[in-house]
Nanobody, 122 residues
């Protein structure tokens, strides 16, 4: 069982930046960030493969968010710039033992963190 612990959420004004971190207790093939706003479905934001470092970014955040990794620490990061009120959500870290399944599907992941809240005010 892999434990995921997120950190770095908070409240910022529109245009500001935040960096989220997710530390995994063990190795996984790929990790991702999802988010869920009140009344909306959880959506994939970004994913990274530990082997090779390939990434995917959702169109809604492309150009503003960047996902990165620290292999030695089994940790991923989500750098969020130019934040908008529409980015307000609970952000969840997810990890998968394998690499099958579409990266933005929740059922492609085996482990989930508890989430960290991001609130962007206008």
């Amino acid at each position: 069982q892999v434990q995921l612990v997120e950190s770095g959420g908070g409240s910022v004004q529109a245009g500001g930046s935040l960096r989220l971190s997710c530390a995994a207790s063990g190795y996984t093939a790929r990790m991702a960030w999802f988010r869920q706003a009140p009344g909306k479905e959880r959506e994939g934001v970004a994913r990274i493969h530990f082997s090779g470092g390939s990434t995917d970014i959702a169109d809604s955040v492309k150009g503003r968010f960047t996902i990165s990794q620290d292999n030695a620490k089994n940790t991923i990061y989500l750098q969020m710039n130019s934040l908008k009120p529409g980015d307000t959500a609970m952000y969840y870290c997810a990890a998968a033992k394998g690499s099958t399944g579409h990266w933005a599907r929740q059922d492609s992941y085996d482990y989930w963190g508890r989430g960290t809240q991001v609130t962007v005010s206008s």
